[in-house]
């Protein structure tokens, strides 16, 4: 899976406040005796866990390309080094 910087940045924003949401619904609730606060919340919680899923794949997703992107530029540098050194030069 790969996401964009964007979508990334907006899902990670959205699942570091969730649990804040969740929090203060509770709070709220058990004060102007609002509707539903454990439900709301266990709800607002699922969500905030199942997007750190989502975010951890994909963080895992880009570094693993980015580590082959790496292994390719030193095979480049690799194979100029090998070049260099059957010319006698360098």
């Known amino acids: 899976m790969r996401l964009s910087d964007k979508t990334y940045d907006i899902l990670k924003t959205i699942q570091r406040w969730l649990p804040l949401v969740s929090t203060l619904y509770v709070a709220l609730a058990a004060i102007w005796g609002l509707p539903l606060a454990d439900e ?45 050194d059957v010319d006698g030069v360098g």
Request: aromatic residues 4%.
């Open 40 to 84: 709301i919340s266990k709800t607002l919680m699922a969500i905030a866990a199942f997007l750190a899923g989502i975010l951890e794949i994909a963080t895992a997703n880009y570094n693993k390309s980015l580590n082959s992107e790496m292994e390719r530029d030193d095979e480049v540098n690799l194979d100029i080094v090998s070049h260099e």
